[in-house]
Structure formats: C-alpha cells, structure tokens
C-alpha cells in the first residue's frame, strides 16, 4: 500500500536530504511524490537539459527503501518559456495572465503543447529505466486557479475546429443554437466566438450572458482540451515506460469532467483538504468527494495529496486536534482510498505555502503530527489485505453530471440554488442515514435506488437506460427541473418533466421560484425556500402536498410505479431534516434499512467488515458489535473522539 509524502527536494539543502529520507523511513512512508514544479530545475534554458538533481535524490530515497512518483512539470513553465513564446491564458475580459505563480499557459496554445512534449519525452526517456520510480503524474491539478477556460485567439480556432467536427455545416450549428435569436447567426465557422465578456454581463446581477448553447458547448471544449493536453503527454509517457500513470485531480471541481479526464488515466488520484483558509467542510463533504473520485473510474483510488496540518496561505485554517488527521486517512480508506500521500512533508520556509503545513513542521522536527501519522500507517499497513481491492456494498447512486454542473450554473433558475449543494444535500441525507452511497453515473445495475437530481439536460439514450433501471425494479429519484433541455441546452417544447414525464406519471403545471418560503406536509413534511414544482399527478400517488400560496393542496412530491420499480417525483427543495426523512423513506421502500448510530457517525459496509468513523469529539456508542481488526480485539461498541472501527 502507498504510504506517503509529498516532497520537493530542490526546496532544500541538498545536504539535509538524506536526513530528511532517514525521517521519512522512521514515518513509515515508502513513497514520494515529486517533480511536478520543477520544470525551470530541469531545463534552465530552452533545450539545456539536466535531471541530476532528481536523480541524486532519488537515490537517497532509494537508500532508505522509498519508492518515488514522478510528476510531469507543465503546471509550473519556466520564465524563459512564456518570454518567448506567451502561452499564457486570456480572461474572458481579454485580460492577460500574468507569469509569477503557476498554472498559467493555454491548453491549447500550440508552442505550450510543443514544449510540454519536449519537456516530457525528455523526462520519460531519462528516467525510464530507474526502477524506484512506480508510477507517473500528469502535470498537477488541470483547472486549478481557474484555469480550465481560456479566451485566448487560438483557443477561439481550435473551438471553432472541434464545432466544425460535431456540427459539420454552419446552419447545422445555428439551427441546433437557435442563432435567430438577437441576429447571432455566423455565415462561417471562421465567425465563432468565445462567451467572453459582452453587454449584457452583469445586467440583472446575470453573470453567463450568452447564448446557452454556445456558453455549454465552450464549456466542454475547454474541459476536452484538457483532457487533450493530459492524453498528449499520457502518450509521451507510455511509450517510454510501462509504469501507471494518473493525475491528481480535486475531489469536488467540476470545470473539467472527471469521467473523461479519469478514462485515459491508469488510477485515479485526488487531494484531499478537508480543512483549510477557505473553511472547514463537513464530513460528509469530504466523503461525497472522495465517492466522486472513486465515480470518476468506479475504482479505488489514491490520495495524492493528503491534508497534514494547518492549511493556508495567509491565514491558516484550524490545527487538527489530535485523532482528527488519522481519522482523515480512515475516511479516505473507507470511501475507496487504496493508498495516501501527505502533503507535505516539511513546512515550506518561502514560497507562497510557507503556511501549508506538512508532516514536519518549519524546523524539521518530529512532532504530533509526525507520530500521530507514523501510528496511522503502521496500522494501514496491518490492515492492508482488508483495505487492497476491497469495495463497500453500495445501495444507492448519486448520478454527477458535469454537463449538467455547467448547464445549471449557465441558467441558475433561482437566486441561491447550486446543483453541486442540491447533490450534496441528497449524499448528506443518505450518509446520515448510513445508506452507503457512490456518486457516479451508469451502470445502474450495482444499485438500488439511484438518485438523478435536477437531471436538466438529458438525451434519449439516458432515459431508455434509466427506464430499464426502474422496469427492473430499481428505484428512482427525480427532482424538480429535470428533463426539460436537450443536449444542446435547448428547452424541450413539451411539458415538465420533459422526457422524464412518463416514468414520473406527472406533469408540472406550473412552478414557482420562491419569494418567500413554503412548506409541504404529507408523508414528508418539510420546508421549501428555493423553489416549488405544482404538480399534476398522472399515474402517480402523491406523497406530500403544498401547505401555502396559491398552490395550497397540490401535489409536491409524488411517487410513480413503473414495471417493478418506483420513480420519485420531488418538486421542491427540502430542507436538510426533511430530505433525510425522504431518503429514509425511498430506502425503506426499497428494501434497505437505514443504520441507526448517533450524530456524526459514519458507518460504511463492506463484504467481509463494517467501518465505523466518528468525526466528534466525544466518545460515542454504536450498536454494533464484533472483532475488531485495527487493534484485534473485540469490539466494545464505543468510538472514542475521532475514533475509528473496522468490525467483522
Ligand atoms: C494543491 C496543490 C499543491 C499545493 C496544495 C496546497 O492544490 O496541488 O501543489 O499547492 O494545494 O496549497
């Protein structure tokens, strides 16, 4: 099992790095990350290349057993480079991306791509043989800083090319955009434009002003370019080395669909910060994300960056009490994790992290968080046969859609409503609940009951295998604006639920976009704020009603049956208690049985054990009880603060 840091030794004396390698072992760690921000180190100037730095510290690692991950490091081009040859993005306001942190260069500028093949065939090949490396990353977190979208004139040509493929004739495109629209309509693919800033932004507290067709489609073009530049140097590699290769992608950002992104790569990684300047998430924030990364490929993954202490950047975010980083791995281990990497290992001294703190914190040595870490790997790695290959025994699915992520955020429907908080209140009801859930997509098949909210954009395909789900007795979850736009973000001219009218046996006859708040009552009873469908039920039974406004009695959440399954209608938002009563329901209708533990326990099933994390800071008692497999002891039922259990 991976078990390990990240590391830069160029920030160091080179003096310091076999000490630094002898704490590593005394960690337990057996592997680092390493390369990614190096590019300048490894060609100082254009076509000067050196490796001997990487490959003395390699050897050092060697020495005391450590394995390394090699990062490519695109995400951090060398000053030399963009003085020569620009390859930095443009904003949407044409604003151009200054050089001096990272992450700065066009995705589809042809001079960084050449270079980035360079740089990467250079690397491959130097290192291709050095049998401590085990596997490869790709660049680092493609899309960080806001960085997936570029208005730059060669990613305007290569937008219009990738148009060109899909559409084939321009009037192919204007129909299918609805261009009439304001005098839109482009006489050639030549007069495409990027949604950059224009008239209408800002007006009405607007922030997407364009067409909604072209707003969606650049969307995923620049998400494709990505995937594009990743795949260019995933060949590089491949063709040197027969290493696995991945990229460290980020948990919940959805600029660029993870799905695509994760099919190229061998194993899917991801960097997990649970709590840091920008705030503390919920636990069941982290776990939703780290389900995402697992979706991303269905398959366990690895934590390439793993939060090691207090984080920031200017401000720090809160100290981890004792308990809590461990608590962490567990987690992560129990959402699909197969191995972590702790970011990082020393505390930077300069730099813009001098306030993300590693392992080790400025001075270098052991503390709290050194011994509490070294405690977690020495029992992961006993555990190690329960952890490799395993999976948890998933009864539902929350279907992540990033073309629906886009086609929401374009048209935002009601002031507050965000599809990534609609998902995460759906995941956080059925985690309190213990229903152990995977966010993904199809094969619908491994689930039980499958969760599509605000499913907006739908093609015909996607109905005709989610209606085989239901037929064959799954169950299945719609909310209100769903199926109403084509693929194209055009809205369908037949009534809502669109092509998801006949499973729900509903029609919306109206909706409202809430000024004020409503509430329903029935078998759910709870209150709306955001948005209200009213709806008439067709062959569908109704399961709660609308307590006010001119809707008073109509139909709020409905329930249809279909074959031998059962499709949910819910017209509404809910708030938290009530949608935890909702897929309470939905579970027990479909067999499942919520697990009863107390607030802020989490319980996980698997084949052969259960898991059970308490993120509190009080002791706990949970009903369950067994062999524990951490300590090797039966298993008394309490979980000390932040304690963990693996039961059989
Ligand atoms: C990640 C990034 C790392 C480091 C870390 C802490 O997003 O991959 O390089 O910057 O955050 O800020």
Redesign the pocket.
């Known amino acids: 099992m991976i078990f390990g840091v990240?590391y830069y030794p160029e920030q160091w004396d080179e003096s310091e790095w076999k000490e630094q390698a002898r704490l590593m072992r005394e960690g337990g760690f057996n592997t680092v990350r390493m390369g990614?921000?190096a590019w300048k180190l490894f060609e100082n100037n254009e076509n000067e290349f050196d490796f001997s730095f990487l490959d003395r510290a390699i050897d050092i690692l060697a020495d005391e057993g450590i394995k390394v991950i090699l990062g490519t490091p695109t995400?951090a081009p060398p000053k030399w480079f963009v003085d020569k040859y620009d390859g930095v993005m443009r904003d949407k306001y044409g604003r151009k991306r200054n050089w001096g942190s990272?992450r700065e260069c066009c995705s589809n500028h042809p001079d960084y791509i050449e270079r980035s093949k360079i740089i990467v065939s250079k690397m491959a090949e130097h290192f291709a043989n050095n049998k401590n490396i085990i596997a490869w990353q790709i660049d680092?977190?493609f899309g960080?800083h806001n960085s997936t979208r570029c208005y730059c004139e060669h990613c305007r040509k290569a937008f219009a090319k990738w148009l060109k493929n899909k559409y084939k004739t321009i009037e192919n495109l204007n129909r299918a955009w609805g261009t009439v629209f304001w005098s839109l309509s482009f006489d050639s693919f030549d007069d495409i434009i990027l949604p950059e800033y224009n008239s209408c932004e800002g007006d009405y507290g607007n922030t997407w002003s364009h067409n909604p067709s072209l707003d969606l489609e650049y969307r995923r073009f620049a998400s494709d370019s990505w995937v594009k530049y990743q795949k260019m140097q995933i060949d590089i590699i491949k063709k040197y080395s027969d290493l696995p290769v991945t990229h460290?992608l980020?948990g919940h950002f959805s600029d660029i669909d993870a799905y695509d992104l994760s099919k190229d790569l061998d194993f899917v990684s991801w960097?997990n910060?649970p709590d840091?300047q920008w705030g503390a998430s919920e636990y069941e924030y982290v776990s939703m994300a780290h389900e995402n990364m697992r979706g991303a490929k269905n398959k366990n993954f690895i934590v390439?960056?793993q939060q090691a202490g207090p984080?920031g950047?200017d401000i720090l975010g809160y100290t981890p009490p004792p308990g809590q980083l461990r608590l962490w791995a567990y987690q992560a281990v129990a959402h699909g994790a197969e191995g972590l990497v702790y970011?990082?290992f020393r505390t930077a001294l300069f730099g813009?992290?001098q306030y993300?703190y590693g392992v080790l914190d400025h001075d270098g040595k052991p503390r709290r968080r050194f011994f509490e870490i070294k405690q977690t790997g020495e029992e992961l790695k006993r555990l190690e046969n329960y952890i490799t290959g395993s999976k948890n025994l998933y009864d539902a699915l929350i279907v992540k859609s990033y073309e629906n992520d886009w086609a929401h955020d374009i048209k935002r429907h009601a002031r507050g409503y965000s599809y990534r908080d609609h998902l995460y209140a759906y995941y956080k009801a059925n985690d309190d609940l213990n229903i152990t859930t995977a966010v993904s997509r199809g094969d619908y098949s491994d689930y039980k009951i499958v969760y599509m909210p605000a499913y907006n954009v739908v093609s015909e395909n996607e109905i005709s295998e989610i209606g085989s789900f239901v037929r064959n007795g799954g169950s299945l979850v719609l909310t209100f604006r769903s199926g109403t736009r084509d693929t194209y973000n055009n809205v369908r001219p037949i009534p809502v639920p669109g092509l998801f009218s006949e499973l729900a046996g509903i029609e919306v006859e109206e909706f409202d976009a809430l000024r004020r708040e409503n509430h329903v009552s029935g078998k759910i009873s709870g209150t709306a704020q955001l948005w209200c469908d009213i709806i008439e039920p067709k062959t569908a039974d109704v399961i709660s009603v609308y307590d006010g406004e001119f809707y008073k009695g109509k139909a709020a959440i409905t329930v249809n049956s279909v074959g031998k399954g059962k499709v949910y209608y819910v017209g509404c938002d809910l708030d938290q208690s009530a949608m935890k009563d909702l897929a309470a329901l939905v579970a027990r209708n479909a067999g499942i049985e919520p697990v009863n533990a107390p607030e802020n326990v989490e319980i996980i099933r698997r084949e052969k054990y259960t898991i059970a994390l308490n993120y509190s800071d009080n002791s706990v008692t949970i009903p369950i009880k067994g062999h524990e497999l951490i300590t090797d002891h039966e298993f008394n039922g309490i979980l000390e603060p932040y304690g963990v259990a693996f039961i059989k």
Do not use: I, L, P
């Open positions: 990240d990614e921000f995400a990272r680092n977190e960080c460290n980020m960097d910060y840091n390439m960056e984080a950047w970011f990082r813009m992290e993300w």
